[in-house]
Protein backbone atom coordinates (compact mmCIF):
# COMPACT_ATOMS: atom_id res chain seq x y z
CA UNK A 1 0.00 0.00 0.00
CA UNK A 2 1.33 3.43 -0.87
CA UNK A 3 1.36 5.84 1.96
CA UNK A 4 0.33 9.63 1.88
CA UNK A 5 2.84 12.18 2.19
CA UNK A 6 2.20 12.98 5.52
CA UNK A 7 3.62 10.92 8.55
CA UNK A 8 2.21 7.81 9.64
CA UNK A 9 1.31 9.41 13.29
CA UNK A 10 -0.58 12.04 12.08
CA UNK A 11 -2.35 9.70 9.21
CA UNK A 12 -3.51 7.54 12.35
CA UNK A 13 -4.69 10.39 14.41
CA UNK A 14 -6.86 12.00 11.61
CA UNK A 15 -7.94 8.79 11.05
CA UNK A 16 -9.53 7.62 14.97
CA UNK A 17 -10.81 11.20 14.84
CA UNK A 18 -12.91 10.62 11.57
CA UNK A 19 -13.63 7.25 12.85
CA UNK A 20 -14.64 8.13 15.83
CA UNK A 21 -17.05 11.00 14.43
CA UNK A 22 -18.91 8.72 12.05
CA UNK A 23 -19.33 6.40 14.98
CA UNK A 24 -20.81 8.90 17.08
CA UNK A 25 -23.77 9.65 15.05
CA UNK A 26 -25.27 6.23 16.09
CA UNK A 27 -26.14 7.99 19.56
CA UNK A 28 -29.39 10.21 19.92
CA UNK A 29 -29.55 13.99 19.88
CA UNK A 30 -28.11 16.53 17.63
CA UNK A 31 -24.47 15.84 19.05
CA UNK A 32 -22.04 13.98 17.43
CA UNK A 33 -22.55 10.62 17.31
CA UNK A 34 -20.19 8.34 19.37
CA UNK A 35 -18.70 4.90 20.03
CA UNK A 36 -19.45 5.28 23.92
CA UNK A 37 -23.22 3.94 23.98
CA UNK A 38 -23.55 0.87 22.42
CA UNK A 39 -24.30 -2.72 22.42
CA UNK A 40 -21.22 -4.64 20.93
CA UNK A 41 -22.79 -8.24 21.15
CA UNK A 42 -26.25 -9.79 21.61
CA UNK A 43 -26.86 -13.78 22.02
CA UNK A 44 -29.68 -15.78 23.61
CA UNK A 45 -29.32 -19.38 25.61
CA UNK A 46 -31.22 -22.52 25.20
CA UNK A 47 -30.38 -25.83 26.16
CA UNK A 48 -30.67 -27.34 22.20
CA UNK A 49 -30.21 -24.35 20.10
CA UNK A 50 -30.70 -26.66 17.30
CA UNK A 51 -34.13 -27.32 17.58
CA UNK A 52 -34.57 -23.47 17.49
CA UNK A 53 -32.07 -22.00 14.80
CA UNK A 54 -30.76 -23.27 11.68
CA UNK A 55 -27.29 -22.62 13.01
CA UNK A 56 -26.29 -22.59 16.36
CA UNK A 57 -24.10 -19.20 15.31
CA UNK A 58 -27.47 -17.82 15.25
CA UNK A 59 -27.83 -17.24 18.60
CA UNK A 60 -25.02 -14.50 18.84
CA UNK A 61 -25.29 -11.31 17.04
CA UNK A 62 -22.21 -8.60 16.48
CA UNK A 63 -24.24 -5.41 16.40
CA UNK A 64 -23.10 -2.92 13.83
CA UNK A 65 -22.35 0.52 15.47
CA UNK A 66 -24.68 1.79 12.96
CA UNK A 67 -27.57 -0.39 14.00
CA UNK A 68 -30.40 -0.43 16.59
CA UNK A 69 -32.60 -3.12 16.19
CA UNK A 70 -31.50 -6.40 17.14
CA UNK A 71 -33.81 -9.37 15.73
CA UNK A 72 -33.06 -13.25 15.86
CA UNK A 73 -34.89 -15.39 13.27
CA UNK A 74 -35.53 -19.47 14.44
CA UNK A 75 -36.92 -21.85 12.13
CA UNK A 76 -40.13 -21.51 10.73
CA UNK A 77 -42.91 -21.69 13.29
CA UNK A 78 -40.79 -21.97 15.71
CA UNK A 79 -42.55 -19.95 19.23
CA UNK A 80 -40.37 -19.06 21.87
CA UNK A 81 -41.70 -18.18 25.07
CA UNK A 82 -39.02 -16.79 28.52
CA UNK A 83 -35.41 -16.01 26.74
CA UNK A 84 -32.00 -15.28 29.12
CA UNK A 85 -30.28 -12.76 26.73
CA UNK A 86 -26.95 -11.52 27.22
CA UNK A 87 -25.09 -8.51 26.28
CA UNK A 88 -21.74 -6.66 25.93
CA UNK A 89 -21.78 -3.22 25.69
CA UNK A 90 -18.76 -0.41 25.51
CA UNK A 91 -16.99 -0.66 28.49
CA UNK A 92 -18.13 1.47 31.25
CA UNK A 93 -21.47 2.17 29.81
CA UNK A 94 -24.84 1.10 31.33
CA UNK A 95 -27.61 -0.86 30.10
CA UNK A 96 -31.10 -0.53 31.08
CA UNK A 97 -34.46 -2.44 30.17
CA UNK A 98 -37.16 -0.14 29.52
CA UNK A 99 -40.74 -1.54 30.00
CA UNK A 100 -43.29 -0.53 28.28
CA UNK A 101 -44.53 2.57 30.69
CA UNK A 102 -41.29 3.83 30.10
CA UNK A 103 -39.70 2.52 33.54
CA UNK A 104 -35.89 1.73 32.88
CA UNK A 105 -34.55 -1.38 35.27
CA UNK A 106 -30.21 -0.67 35.59
CA UNK A 107 -28.55 -4.38 34.39
CA UNK A 108 -26.10 -5.11 36.67
CA UNK A 109 -22.38 -6.85 34.91
CA UNK A 110 -22.22 -10.41 35.65
CA UNK A 111 -18.52 -11.94 36.55
CA UNK A 112 -18.22 -12.58 32.88
CA UNK A 113 -18.16 -9.20 32.17
CA UNK A 114 -21.28 -9.36 30.38
CA UNK A 115 -25.27 -8.34 30.77
CA UNK A 116 -27.92 -10.81 31.23
CA UNK A 117 -31.76 -10.63 31.58
CA UNK A 118 -34.46 -13.34 31.43
CA UNK A 119 -37.01 -12.04 29.76
CA UNK A 120 -40.49 -12.92 27.03
CA UNK A 121 -40.01 -12.57 24.00
CA UNK A 122 -43.15 -14.73 22.45
CA UNK A 123 -45.57 -13.53 20.04
CA UNK A 124 -42.47 -11.90 18.81
CA UNK A 125 -42.88 -8.94 21.70
CA UNK A 126 -40.28 -6.25 20.98
CA UNK A 127 -37.97 -5.82 24.10
CA UNK A 128 -36.49 -1.86 24.07
CA UNK A 129 -33.07 -1.77 25.91
CA UNK A 130 -30.86 1.64 26.62
CA UNK A 131 -27.29 2.07 26.96
CA UNK A 132 -25.80 5.23 28.77
CA UNK A 133 -22.48 6.06 27.90
CA UNK A 134 -20.39 6.69 30.70
CA UNK A 135 -20.54 10.48 30.94
CA UNK A 136 -24.00 9.96 30.65
CA UNK A 137 -24.66 13.29 27.71
CA UNK A 138 -25.26 9.88 25.20
CA UNK A 139 -27.64 7.73 25.27
CA UNK A 140 -29.00 4.72 22.06
CA UNK A 141 -32.27 2.33 22.61
CA UNK A 142 -31.93 -0.62 21.13
CA UNK A 143 -35.01 -3.10 19.90
CA UNK A 144 -34.69 -6.94 20.30
CA UNK A 145 -37.02 -9.35 19.08
CA UNK A 146 -37.02 -13.52 18.20
CA UNK A 147 -39.31 -14.20 14.77
CA UNK A 148 -39.85 -17.43 13.18
CA UNK A 149 -38.22 -17.21 9.50
CA UNK A 150 -40.62 -16.99 6.84
CA UNK A 151 -40.16 -19.35 3.38
CA UNK A 152 -39.24 -16.72 0.50
CA UNK A 153 -39.94 -18.07 -2.58
CA UNK A 154 -37.57 -19.98 -5.32
CA UNK A 155 -38.20 -17.42 -7.87
CA UNK A 156 -37.75 -13.86 -7.46
CA UNK A 157 -38.11 -10.53 -9.59
CA UNK A 158 -36.84 -7.23 -8.41
CA UNK A 159 -37.92 -3.99 -9.83
CA UNK A 160 -36.00 -1.90 -7.23
CA UNK A 161 -39.10 0.40 -6.75
CA UNK A 162 -38.88 0.15 -3.01
CA UNK A 163 -36.33 2.82 -1.54
CA UNK A 164 -36.24 5.76 0.27
CA UNK A 165 -33.61 7.79 2.57
CA UNK A 166 -31.89 6.14 5.34
CA UNK A 167 -32.98 7.66 8.91
CA UNK A 168 -30.12 10.23 8.59
CA UNK A 169 -31.84 11.55 5.26
CA UNK A 170 -27.85 11.45 3.48
CA UNK A 171 -28.39 8.61 1.20
CA UNK A 172 -31.08 6.15 -0.13
CA UNK A 173 -31.91 2.47 1.38
CA UNK A 174 -33.58 -0.02 -0.40
CA UNK A 175 -36.04 -2.53 1.10
CA UNK A 176 -37.03 -5.98 -0.53
CA UNK A 177 -40.97 -6.26 -0.74
CA UNK A 178 -40.16 -9.88 -2.36
CA UNK A 179 -38.47 -10.92 0.86
CA UNK A 180 -40.26 -11.20 3.56
CA UNK A 181 -38.04 -9.74 6.05
CA UNK A 182 -37.46 -6.97 3.68
CA UNK A 183 -33.81 -6.80 4.50
CA UNK A 184 -31.81 -7.97 1.31
CA UNK A 185 -29.76 -5.09 -0.36
CA UNK A 186 -26.66 -3.76 0.65
CA UNK A 187 -24.63 -0.97 -0.54
CA UNK A 188 -21.13 0.95 0.33
CA UNK A 189 -22.92 4.79 0.74
CA UNK A 190 -22.35 4.81 4.77
CA UNK A 191 -18.71 4.07 4.02
CA UNK A 192 -19.10 7.11 1.34
CA UNK A 193 -20.20 9.77 3.86
CA UNK A 194 -17.26 9.42 5.81
CA UNK A 195 -15.29 10.43 2.87
CA UNK A 196 -17.68 12.84 1.48
CA UNK A 197 -19.81 14.22 4.70
CA UNK A 198 -21.59 17.36 2.56
CA UNK A 199 -22.63 15.27 -0.10
CA UNK A 200 -26.33 15.10 -1.04
CA UNK A 201 -28.40 11.63 -1.57
CA UNK A 202 -27.92 12.23 -5.34
CA UNK A 203 -24.21 12.75 -5.03
CA UNK A 204 -24.04 9.31 -3.33
CA UNK A 205 -22.40 6.46 -5.66
CA UNK A 206 -25.41 4.12 -5.47
CA UNK A 207 -28.97 5.70 -6.04
CA UNK A 208 -32.27 5.15 -7.59
CA UNK A 209 -33.01 6.85 -11.16
CA UNK A 210 -36.22 7.21 -13.08
CA UNK A 211 -35.99 5.82 -17.15
CA UNK A 212 -36.16 2.42 -15.99
CA UNK A 213 -36.45 -0.30 -18.51
CA UNK A 214 -40.51 -0.31 -17.81
CA UNK A 215 -41.07 3.69 -17.35
CA UNK A 216 -40.29 3.17 -13.61
CA UNK A 217 -37.06 3.48 -11.34
CA UNK A 218 -33.80 1.43 -11.79
CA UNK A 219 -30.45 0.92 -9.79
CA UNK A 220 -27.89 3.29 -10.59
CA UNK A 221 -24.43 3.29 -9.28
CA UNK A 222 -21.60 5.86 -10.65
CA UNK A 223 -17.85 5.24 -9.47
CA UNK A 224 -17.18 9.16 -7.55
CA UNK A 225 -14.47 10.35 -6.08
CA UNK A 226 -13.60 10.36 -2.34
CA UNK A 227 -12.21 13.69 -3.31
CA UNK A 228 -9.45 15.46 -0.35
CA UNK A 229 -10.21 12.62 2.61
CA UNK A 230 -9.93 10.15 0.04
CA UNK A 231 -6.50 10.99 -1.46
CA UNK A 232 -5.25 11.50 1.73
CA UNK A 233 -5.67 7.75 2.95
CA UNK A 234 -5.02 6.34 -0.17
CA UNK A 235 -8.82 5.69 -1.27
CA UNK A 236 -9.07 7.92 -3.83
CA UNK A 237 -12.39 6.52 -5.53
CA UNK A 238 -16.06 4.81 -4.32
CA UNK A 239 -17.52 2.71 -7.31
CA UNK A 240 -21.30 2.47 -6.88
CA UNK A 241 -22.42 -0.89 -5.17
CA UNK A 242 -25.44 -3.47 -5.07
CA UNK A 243 -25.27 -6.14 -3.20
CA UNK A 244 -27.21 -8.84 -1.71
CA UNK A 245 -25.64 -8.83 2.32
CA UNK A 246 -24.45 -6.26 4.71
CA UNK A 247 -22.03 -3.78 5.11
CA UNK A 248 -20.21 -3.02 8.01
CA UNK A 249 -18.66 0.83 8.30
CA UNK A 250 -16.18 -0.19 11.46
CA UNK A 251 -13.98 -1.91 9.13
CA UNK A 252 -14.08 1.44 6.59
CA UNK A 253 -10.74 2.69 7.18
CA UNK A 254 -8.87 -0.71 8.06
CA UNK A 255 -9.32 -3.05 6.55
CA UNK A 256 -11.65 -1.96 3.61
CA UNK A 257 -12.80 -5.66 2.27
CA UNK A 258 -14.26 -6.68 5.03
CA UNK A 259 -16.30 -4.08 4.55
CA UNK A 260 -19.03 -6.02 2.43
CA UNK A 261 -20.22 -9.35 3.97
CA UNK A 262 -21.60 -10.76 0.91
CA UNK A 263 -24.64 -13.11 0.67
CA UNK A 264 -27.66 -13.74 3.28
CA UNK A 265 -28.85 -17.77 4.43
CA UNK A 266 -30.62 -18.84 0.67
CA UNK A 267 -33.08 -21.98 1.23
CA UNK A 268 -33.28 -22.78 -2.25
CA UNK A 269 -30.84 -23.46 -5.53
CA UNK A 270 -30.33 -20.83 -7.78
CA UNK A 271 -30.14 -21.84 -11.55
CA UNK A 272 -29.87 -18.64 -13.48
CA UNK A 273 -30.14 -14.90 -12.93
CA UNK A 274 -31.22 -12.44 -15.74
CA UNK A 275 -31.96 -8.79 -16.35
CA UNK A 276 -30.96 -5.73 -17.79
CA UNK A 277 -28.26 -3.31 -17.89
CA UNK A 278 -26.99 -0.27 -19.11
CA UNK A 279 -23.23 0.44 -18.69
CA UNK A 280 -20.94 3.81 -19.87
CA UNK A 281 -16.83 3.40 -18.65
CA UNK A 282 -15.81 6.47 -16.86
CA UNK A 283 -13.36 9.14 -18.66
CA UNK A 284 -9.87 7.74 -17.60
CA UNK A 285 -9.01 4.67 -15.36
CA UNK A 286 -6.65 5.08 -12.26
CA UNK A 287 -4.73 2.98 -10.29
CA UNK A 288 -4.68 2.77 -6.51
CA UNK A 289 -2.66 5.75 -6.15
CA UNK A 290 -4.52 8.00 -9.08
CA UNK A 291 -1.87 7.53 -11.92
CA UNK A 292 -4.03 7.45 -14.87
CA UNK A 293 -3.72 3.89 -16.88
CA UNK A 294 -2.99 4.82 -20.21
CA UNK A 295 -4.94 1.78 -22.98
CA UNK A 296 -7.13 0.87 -19.94
CA UNK A 297 -10.84 1.02 -19.87
CA UNK A 298 -13.35 0.75 -16.72
CA UNK A 299 -15.52 -2.40 -16.55
CA UNK A 300 -18.43 -3.07 -14.43
CA UNK A 301 -18.98 -6.36 -12.77
CA UNK A 302 -22.01 -8.24 -12.47
CA UNK A 303 -22.09 -11.40 -10.88
CA UNK A 304 -23.60 -14.14 -8.47
CA UNK A 305 -21.88 -16.45 -5.61
CA UNK A 306 -23.61 -19.55 -3.99
CA UNK A 307 -21.76 -20.98 -1.18
CA UNK A 308 -21.75 -22.99 2.04
CA UNK A 309 -22.00 -20.69 5.23
CA UNK A 310 -20.61 -23.33 7.39
CA UNK A 311 -17.21 -25.22 7.83
CA UNK A 312 -16.30 -28.46 8.87
CA UNK A 313 -16.51 -27.30 12.50
CA UNK A 314 -19.38 -26.16 12.58
CA UNK A 315 -18.26 -21.96 12.32
CA UNK A 316 -19.79 -19.65 10.32
CA UNK A 317 -18.47 -18.54 7.26
CA UNK A 318 -19.60 -15.25 5.74
CA UNK A 319 -17.43 -14.16 2.52
CA UNK A 320 -16.27 -10.65 1.93
CA UNK A 321 -14.09 -8.99 -0.16
CA UNK A 322 -11.10 -10.28 0.62
CA UNK A 323 -12.61 -14.29 -0.87
CA UNK A 324 -15.64 -13.54 -2.74
CA UNK A 325 -13.87 -15.20 -5.15
CA UNK A 326 -11.52 -17.53 -3.67
CA UNK A 327 -13.10 -19.46 -0.76
CA UNK A 328 -13.06 -23.32 -1.18
CA UNK A 329 -16.49 -22.98 0.60
CA UNK A 330 -17.96 -21.52 -3.03
CA UNK A 331 -20.61 -24.04 -5.15
CA UNK A 332 -21.74 -22.24 -7.71
CA UNK A 333 -21.02 -19.05 -9.70
CA UNK A 334 -22.51 -16.47 -12.15
CA UNK A 335 -20.91 -14.03 -13.96
CA UNK A 336 -20.95 -11.43 -16.78
CA UNK A 337 -18.66 -11.78 -19.53
CA UNK A 338 -16.52 -8.43 -19.48
CA UNK A 339 -15.34 -9.17 -22.82
CA UNK A 340 -18.74 -8.63 -23.90
CA UNK A 341 -19.96 -5.65 -22.54
CA UNK A 342 -21.95 -3.09 -24.19
CA UNK A 343 -20.52 0.11 -23.22
CA UNK A 344 -22.25 2.81 -24.78
CA UNK A 345 -24.93 3.30 -22.10
CA UNK A 346 -27.60 4.22 -24.62
CA UNK A 347 -30.21 1.34 -24.76
CA UNK A 348 -30.80 -1.54 -21.99
CA UNK A 349 -29.28 -4.10 -22.54
CA UNK A 350 -30.55 -8.21 -21.25
CA UNK A 351 -27.82 -10.34 -19.60
CA UNK A 352 -28.71 -13.95 -19.11
CA UNK A 353 -26.03 -16.10 -16.43
CA UNK A 354 -26.30 -19.41 -15.76
CA UNK A 355 -24.83 -20.49 -12.66
CA UNK A 356 -22.34 -22.81 -12.98
CA UNK A 357 -21.78 -25.59 -10.08
CA UNK A 358 -18.48 -27.02 -9.08
CA UNK A 359 -19.46 -28.74 -6.10
CA UNK A 360 -22.38 -30.84 -5.11
CA UNK A 361 -25.13 -29.27 -3.11
CA UNK A 362 -27.56 -31.63 -1.48
CA UNK A 363 -31.21 -30.85 -1.42
CA UNK A 364 -31.67 -31.28 2.81
CA UNK A 365 -28.81 -28.78 3.18
CA UNK A 366 -29.94 -25.97 1.22
CA UNK A 367 -33.71 -26.24 2.61
CA UNK A 368 -32.00 -26.14 6.31
CA UNK A 369 -30.27 -22.54 5.04
CA UNK A 370 -26.87 -24.16 5.01
CA UNK A 371 -26.29 -22.06 1.70
CA UNK A 372 -25.54 -18.00 1.68
CA UNK A 373 -26.72 -16.66 -1.74
CA UNK A 374 -24.95 -13.26 -2.98
CA UNK A 375 -25.89 -11.22 -5.63
CA UNK A 376 -23.32 -8.24 -6.70
CA UNK A 377 -23.70 -5.49 -9.04
CA UNK A 378 -20.37 -2.72 -9.09
CA UNK A 379 -19.85 0.30 -11.60
CA UNK A 380 -16.06 -0.63 -11.61
CA UNK A 381 -15.25 -4.15 -11.54
CA UNK A 382 -11.90 -3.31 -9.64
CA UNK A 383 -13.62 -0.38 -6.82
CA UNK A 384 -13.08 -1.97 -4.09
CA UNK A 385 -8.91 -1.63 -4.50
CA UNK A 386 -9.54 1.66 -5.55
CA UNK A 387 -9.36 1.71 -8.64
CA UNK A 388 -11.49 2.66 -11.80
CA UNK A 389 -12.93 5.36 -13.75
CA UNK A 390 -14.35 8.70 -12.00
CA UNK A 391 -17.84 8.47 -13.54
CA UNK A 392 -18.15 4.85 -14.70
CA UNK A 393 -22.00 4.46 -14.46
CA UNK A 394 -23.92 1.15 -14.23
CA UNK A 395 -28.03 1.11 -14.43
CA UNK A 396 -29.58 -2.08 -13.26
CA UNK A 397 -33.02 -3.16 -13.91
CA UNK A 398 -35.75 -6.18 -13.39
CA UNK A 399 -33.54 -8.77 -12.38
CA UNK A 400 -35.07 -12.47 -12.45
CA UNK A 401 -33.51 -14.69 -10.25
CA UNK A 402 -35.13 -18.56 -10.82
CA UNK A 403 -33.95 -21.47 -9.23
CA UNK A 404 -33.97 -25.33 -9.61
CA UNK A 405 -35.98 -26.02 -6.06
Known sequence: MNIPSITLMKQSLILSLLLATTLFAACTGDEPANAECDIEQCWVHFDNPSDIFFHDYDTLQVVPSSESAIQFLTRYDVEVHEVVVFFTITPGATICQTDEHGNETVMKQNAMGSYSITTDLSNQQVRLFKVISEDGNYSRTYQLCISPKALTQGDLFFDFESFDLDPTGYYYEWKEPTIPSGEWWATANT??????SSAKPEEY?????EGGVDGGHCVKLTTRSTQGFGAMV???LAAGNFFVGTFDVTYAMVETLKTT???RPYAHKP???????KYTPGETFQ???????EGVTDSCDIYLIYYRNIDELGEKVQLDGTNVYSSPHIAGRAAIDKQSLDCTGKEWVHFELPVIYSKEVERADVENELYNLAIVFSSSYKGDYFQGAIGSTLWIDNVTLECEY
Request: no cysteine; glycine share 12%.
Open 287 to 293: NRNGTPQ
Open 234 to 236: NMR
Open 191 to 196: GFRISV
Open 205 to 209: PSLPA
Open 271 to 277: SKISGYY
Open 261 to 263: KMG
